[in-house]
Each structure stands twice: as C-alpha cells, then as structure tokens.
C-alpha cells in the first residue's frame, strides 16, 4: 500500500476527525480529595439498550442498579468510530483517543506485509508459566498512543499502581496501558497470568490465587436461568439444539475427559463464570497490591473488563433469554463487588465509571423474522468475484492482494506496474461491491487520505475508524443488522450502526459525580479526559474527547 505523506492533507484529515471533541472551557476543578481508586469497567459487548430493556428487574442491592441510581448514565453515548470490535473499543476508554491515531485498527488485520497480524501480540514476551502462541497478546507494543493510567503513574512519580484483568488479554492490555500491568485469563488452564513484558514472575498474591484452582468448582454443575421463567416471556424463543451446543438452560460445565482440562475451561467463557471468576481476582488484585490503600496517598486504577456477555451474545443473541439471564446475574456479581470495595475501600472513596467496548446486532435469523433484511455475507465467493470483475475490466489478473473483512487490500505495485490510474481500479471496485447483495457502503483509499469519504454519520466514523499506514484500501460497510461471515447461527457487531456504536456510559461517586440520566450525546473518548480533568492530570497525548461536566458536582 503506498505511504502517501503531505502534512497538509494530514492536518486536514485530522481537523476533520476531531469533530466538535475539544472542551477548553471545562468546568473548574473543585476542592473536593480525589478518589483513593478509580475503577473502570468495560463489559464487553454491552448494547445500551439493554441496561434500560431489563433495569426493573436488576436486585435492589445490585451493581447495574446502583450504577443507574446513583450515577449519572448518559442515555446517548456511542464508540465513535467505524469498526466496532473489542481491541478498538477497549483502546478507545483509556486512551481518549480514535483508531486513526491510537492505531488499533481491529481485533486482527493485515500488515503491510501480508502477515495476519493480532492486536496485542508480541514475540519479545511470553506468558509467565503458560504456554504461549504465534497470535496470543501479551504487550501493548501496538497500542500507539498512552493512557490515562500512564498520565496517573507520570504524575505520582509511578507511586500509582494501574492494574487490568479481563478474560481476555485484549480487554486487559490495552486498558492497562504502557506503563501499569495485565492479568488474563489463561484458556487452557483456567488460571489468571501476566506477561513477561510487564514482569518476569507473578505476585505471591496472584500465585496463592491460582494455586487455590477456583475455576475448578463450576465442574459437572450448571449454570440456570436466576429469575422465574415467567421473567423471560419477553425475550426470543431458544433455538433448536445442535450438536455443536444445546443453545438452552441449563448449561452444564464438563470436560470430554471427565476432569477439568482446556475445553472444560473454554466453556466457562460463554457463562456467568468467566464474569464471577474475573471479579474474584480482581478482588486478589485489590488486596495484594492494596490498590485504594496506597502508602503514598497516591490515587491508583483497577481496570476489569468483563469478557462473558461478549461471549454469550455472539453464541445466542443480545434477544436471547441468556443474554438476558447474564446481565441479571452481572447485576449481583457488581453488587457485591461494590459492598466489598465499600469495606475495603471505603465508602464515596472510590470512583466508578462504567462503559462497554461495542453493542450487538441481533441474529441475522431474528432479524429475518422481523422483516429486516439481514445477511450473512460470505467474504470468499465475495472477494473472488471482484478479483474476477477487476480481471476482466483491466485485463491483469491479481489487483486483489488481500482481504479480511471489512477491508480488501489492492495490489498498489501491480496497478503500479501496469500504469493503470489508482483511482480508477478504486473506484470500478467499489462500484462493483456496492452492486453486491449485503453491501451499503464502500469507502476508497483515495476518499479516506483526502478526508472525502462524505459528511454523514456513518462516513465520519469510517473516517476515524482508518489508519493511513494500517488499514486496507477498500473499507466496506454492511447494510443495518447484516454482517461478515458464513456461519448459520449466532450474532455479531462491528459496524457502524446505533445497534453497534451505542453504549452504556455510567459515572458513580457521590463526592465528584451527579446522580441521574443526562440525555447530552457523550463518546467512550470523553472518559479519559474527564477522569483526567477530575484527577488533576495531563490528558493522555491522543485525547480528542471533552470533559463531561454535565455529570460534575
């Protein structure tokens, strides 16, 4: 791909992008002692609407309701960019920054070599006592911009302790930044592990945790709906059993082995399990390195992303009675999250913002049943037929080198070499592609270099969404509710719809944070400099949010 560099075009690409995002006029820093800690969660895969569609049946003493009741939740909050996966949604809370600058493009794309590439990946570490793979995560070396943890730890002299765990290491290592440190759970044995990029063997806290093999008491039971079956009435019929999975309660955990072993782990993921499991060692964390306690009086940071409503929706549905069951079951797990940090902690000392990294689209299969026309679109026979279709227009065969949706990559040398107009082969293969079923959009390289991709919504956050340097030069957007793949079940998200953009946004403490909804728009990229503006810091370099002062006491 070429690397085009006119600093002019890049200055103008970046005014753009930056939308209405600065708030120089902040309101003032009041006298008020900051937090001891400030807890950032991200569930994973969380649609807005569903903290609003199941609230009334949160528990009194629940976390979800608590959150709503004494925060301030901000009705229309949205990941404003274009690729609504995990990796560019978690870069996104910390970072305050869009994936044009961050640099986290995708979970996984293509670089500039061919090579598929993960977001978190890095051979110069392994994991500490776990087996580690070409593609596992283990630093943030790809992460191209700071955090607002690093701002913490640069402020205090790293009298600050920033800690992350999530059940996946995406959803720990890009929260926790350059400069704080990743624990994630391990597939194959249900422990929790760190990397070598952040040290070179586990806490003796984290050791007696794993040790004490908790993960190993879900085995031969089940996980079961928590509410009375009249509770789910509303929720989508289950569907029918396959031999893949039962696709309905009850949920039993086991292994073909008959003992605890890999596949017994991985089931845990699609469970409440995963969600229990991740806050009890965060709960190690908290203890082992008296994060809200520090000697120093310096403010420390716990990042937790939950990985299992991700899980379970991609497997069921966000209309599913699972998904449903999950964030009922969340809801108890915060509160008592939430109690034991009033104990611990101390009560109004610490700072809780909630969010998430991406919503969900329904089944494509219950979309269908609603009258929406929702596709599965099947990338190979789709790729094969531009390569057929730019074949037969330019006479060279080839002028597709690769594709990994939602991104195909020219052959730039090829064109090149054939003296054939760029733009052109751009523009007869977009052509081409928005003629296809499936097929709402598609965004050229030339469009997105000159910041011309358009003035809608959905334009603007493809435009955020592209890395000049990392991105493919075809961007193709889906019709609403369809999706990338071949499969015959099971939900997705990483559009740029409302279904997938919008997001819980949740800010609790009473001594800083109003209680109640504001129905302002707010973005993922606004919590970090909020926290930095209520924290006293620098905001981190790629920051393009504003404060959110409507949620300010």
Partial sequence: MPSIKRFSLLVSCAAALAGASFDAAAAPVRDTPPPKLVLVMVIDGLPAEQLQRYRAQFAPDGGLRRLLEQGTQFTNAHQAHGVTVTAVGHSAVLSGAYPYHHGIIGNSWIDASGRLVYCTEDANYKYIGEETGEHDGTSPARLRVDTLGDQLRYASGNRSKVVAVSGKDRGAILLAGKTGTAYMFMDKTGDFASSTYYMQQHPAWAERFNQAKPQ??????SWKPLLPAGAYVDDAPDPEPSLKSPNRFPFTFYSESGEPGADYYTRLKASPA???????????????????????????????????????????????????????????????????????????????????????????????????????IDQKPLVAGLEAELGKRFGIAGLV???????????????????????????????????????????????????????????????????????????????????????????????????????????????????????????????????????????????EGRVLDEALK
């Avoid at 090149?416 to 052109?424: F, I, N, S, T, W």
């Fill in 216 to 221: 190993d008491r879900y085995y031969a039971k």
């Fill in 274 to 376: 995963i969600d229990e499991l991740t806050l009890e060692f965060a709960q190690a964390a908290i203890e082992g390195e008296q994060l809200g306690g520090n000697a120093s009086g310096a403010t420390d940071l716990l990042g937790v992303s939950l990985s299992g409503h991700d899980y379970v929706n991609h497997a069921y549905g966000p209309e599913s009675r699972m998904s449903h069951d999950h964030l009922q079951q969340l809801d108890r797990m915060l509160g008592k999250f939430f109690r034991y940090l009033d104990q611990r902690v101390g009560k109004d000392q610490v700072l809780v913002v909630l969010t998430a990294d991406h919503g969900f689209a329904n089944t494509a299969e219950f979309s269908r049943s609603r009258h929406i026309d929702a596709r599965r």
């Fill in 401 to 543: 080198k690769h594709a990994y949706a939602p991104e195909v990559y020219l052959d730039y040398d090829a064109i090149e070499r054939h003296k054939l107009p760029r733009r052109e082969v751009e523009d007869a293969a977009a052509r081409w592609l928005l003629g296809q079923p499936g097929i709402a959009e598609v965004f050229t390289r030339s469009q997105l270099e000159q910041g011309v991709a358009g003035k809608s919504r959905l334009a603007l956050l493809m435009q955020r969404a592209w890395n000049r340097e990392l991105s493919g030069d075809l961007v193709l957007v889906p019709t609403a509710y369809s999706s990338f793949g071949s499969g015959d079940s099971g939900a997705t998200h990483g559009t740029p719809y409302a279904y997938d953009t919008q997001v819980p946004l949740v800010l609790m403490g009473r001594p800083w944070i109003r209680s109640g909804a504001a129905p302002q728009y707010a973005e993922v990229v606004d919590i970090a400099p909020t926290l930095a503006h209520l924290l006293r810091l620098r905001a981190p370099a790629g920051a």
